[in-house]
């Protein structure tokens, strides 16, 4: 008798637990029934609507998907999405400003190469009112727009980056004739790299007597910069932030690269983009700087930031003149926000204000959803989930050593872990204590860290415990490797093997019209299983594959039934036995 089935809406994406609570199941029993269609999942792995479907459907319900679902979905891409303009009809697309931070080392002179190209491209249309600062800024080179975040170092940068937002298109290295690379230089170095941003080399401070800016050059080759000078691609310029001498040189750079990387953006569709800096201000309450990364934000429009909600009362750029629209790659300040947003949150318009607090529900759920499938924090144990689900191709690792000299050799070892599937990448060592800008960078790229007689600080040990960043210490090398090659090797795709366990002969055919054929058996060898998937061989020829539909010794239902022994056998979605046909029962096994 076919019972109705219940139907029952599901979300884009639920845990193995909020799926066991929709269909009262207990989660075990969710998680036999996804192992039974081949998905390993623990109690609280998100999994998306088809599998979940599935399950509900093996309850015995009928699942669809829910409207919020549809709308998480969006929403899920949104959060997600990396680069802003990929699902955009190209014919939309119009060249944008490149978005330009500055990095370096401390007192190498960020700061100060920020107010110089500040205060020398000012074009005289935007000439007047007071400089502030708003967290970023653009200026006019050749008729040509750059956009600078003017608060420098990679920590801001790797903050925004950890919180979803990529905004930097280009990143200035700055390092100090005089000083030379130091470990900030190489540090910001590797977190421009791990966020896959082109790099320029702004020796600065060549004005100084001990200037040696070939000897920076060289010291960077160390680190795998090769400076065009040298016949490498990254251009390195020489400036000086005190007699402005090259910086026209650095801003031509820019242009250059942005060229190459022919950034565009439709400005023609409702604004989104991420906020730079927001704050509460007594005077004129939550105030944002918001960077638009496409489309094009007006006065008037409802927003959600992070989440934040409101309607732009009025918006003003870097030297306070209110404006009204602003475009791709444009910064604006903000008032309109009921609450404080936070930097690096991503903003979105929307269609009014009711929608945009509905919308920040639903994204939050959506944000969670979205982190555990997909920028779900990293720890050895749970490397070959995330591998088996197609989530992680690298393991990146932050390493941190007591010593300089133990950074090689361990960098070595691991990295010759690498296979097909799993590429082990240190994404930045030193020596040192493990800081917060580690923490975050482990944040940022899905990472661990590792530290061989290198402890967290505070910083670090607060990140990594709010963010769930696995932090992993040793004191014997051989430990260390041995635990990361065994969670790669946990990592490796399960290869699975067929294990036979049974051979049966049809002896009989039973006809019954209400059931179809029954196949009167002997067990020539093994164990038949009930639960077995079965071949069909005829002749020597195999003519089906399927599974055990039903087993009976006489009209009882067994579990098995051993060699010597008679049997009735249905098997599923095969009904054309003939007497001499051989069943092979067999069931999949994970390879040891
Ligand atoms: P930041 O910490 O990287 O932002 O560095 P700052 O911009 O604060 O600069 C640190 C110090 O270096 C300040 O005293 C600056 O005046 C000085 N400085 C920066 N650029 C130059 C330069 O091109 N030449 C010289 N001689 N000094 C510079």
């Known amino acids: ?175 100090a004739a005089d000083d030379g690379v130091m470990p900030t230089t190489i540090e910001a170095l590797n977190h421009a790299r791990a966020a896959g941003v082109p790099i320029i080399i702004a020796v600065n401070k060549i004005d100084l007597e001990g200037a040696d800016p070939s000897r920076v050059l060289q010291q960077l080759t160390q680190y795998e910069v090769l400076v065009e000078q040298y016949g490498g691609d990254v251009p390195a310029v020489n400036v000086s932030a005190r007699t402005r001498e090259g910086i026209p040189d650095l801003l031509e750079n820019i242009l250059l690269i942005a060229e190459i990387q022919d950034l565009k953006a439709n400005p023609d569709r409702p604004a989104a983009g991420a906020v730079i800096e927001a704050q509460l201000t007594t005077q004129q309450g939550p105030v944002a700087t918001l960077l638009v990364q496409k489309g094009t934000l007006r006065t008037g429009d409802a927003l959600v930031a992070g989440n934040a909600t409101g309607k732009i009362k009025a918006m003003f750029d870097e030297r306070g003149r209110t404006i009204t629209s602003a475009g791709p790659s444009m910064p604006v300040k903000v008032l309109g926000l009921h609450e404080v947003a936070l930097a690096g949150d991503t903003f979105e318009v929307v269609k009014d204000e009711k929608v945009a607090r509905a919308d920040v529900e639903t994204l939050k759920r959506a944000r969670d959803a979205a982190l555990l499938r997909e920028a779900h924090p990293v720890n050895l144990d749970s490397l070959f989930g995330e591998i088996h689900s197609g989530i992680l191709k690298d393991l990146n690792i932050i390493l941190k050593t007591d010593v300089q000299g133990s950074i090689e050799p361990i960098r070595h070892s691991l990295e010759r872990l690498s296979n097909e599937e799993v590429q082990v990448k240190i994404i930045h060592s030193g020596s040192g204590t493990i800081t917060e800008s580690d923490a975050m960078l482990a944040v940022a790229s899905k990472g661990i860290i590792i530290g061989f007689n290198a402890k967290p600080d505070a910083g670090a040990k607060k990140i990594a415990e709010s963010e769930k960043v696995e932090i992993r210490q040793y004191s014997i090398i051989y430990n260390l490797i041995e635990d990361v090659e065994k969670a790669i090797k946990g990592m490796l795709e399960p290869v699975f093997i067929d294990v036979i366990n049974g051979h049966a002969e049809v002896r009989q055919i ?12 002997q067990v020539l060898d093994g164990t038949l299983h009930r639960s077995d998937l079965v071949r069909v061989m005829r002749n020597g020829e195999k003519i089906a594959d399927t599974r055990c539909a039903s087993l009976k010794r006489f009209t009882e239902d067994v579990r098995e039934v051993q060699s010597g022994y008679e049997c009735g056998i249905q098997l599923e979605g095969f009904n054309d036995v003939k007497e001499g046909d051989i069943f092979e029962f067999y069931h999949r096994a994970q390879q040891t």
């Open 1 to 175: 008798m076919v019972t109705e089935s219940k139907a029952v809406e599901l979300p884009r994406a639920l845990t193995v637990k909020e799926l066991g609570d929709l269909l009262s199941v207990s989660a075990v029993e969710i998680i036999k029934e996804l192992m039974k269609n081949g998905v390993m999942a623990s109690i609280n792995q998100v999994i998306d609507f088809d599998t979940a479907a599935i399950v509900a459907t093996d309850f015995g319900f009928d699942p669809r998907e829910s409207d919020t679902a549809e709308k998480a979905e969006v929403l899920v891409e949104r959060v997600t999405r990396e680069t802003v303009d990929e699902e955009e009809d190209p014919a939309t697309l119009q060249k944008r400003p490149p978005v330009v931070t500055i990095l370096g080392h401390v007192d190498h002179g960020k700061t100060s190469l920020l107010d110089v190209i500040r205060e020398a491209n000012v074009t005289a249309s935007e000439a007047g009112g007071i400089t502030q600062h708003i967290g970023a800024y653009q200026v006019e080179v050749n008729g040509e727009k750059i956009t600078f975040l003017d608060t420098p170092g990679h920590e801001a940068f790797t903050a925004m980056r950890a919180r979803g937002s990529q905004v930097t298109d280009i990143a200035v290295l700055v390092v």
């Open 510 to 521: 039973f006809k019954i019209s209400r059931l179809g054929n029954i196949a009167g058996c």
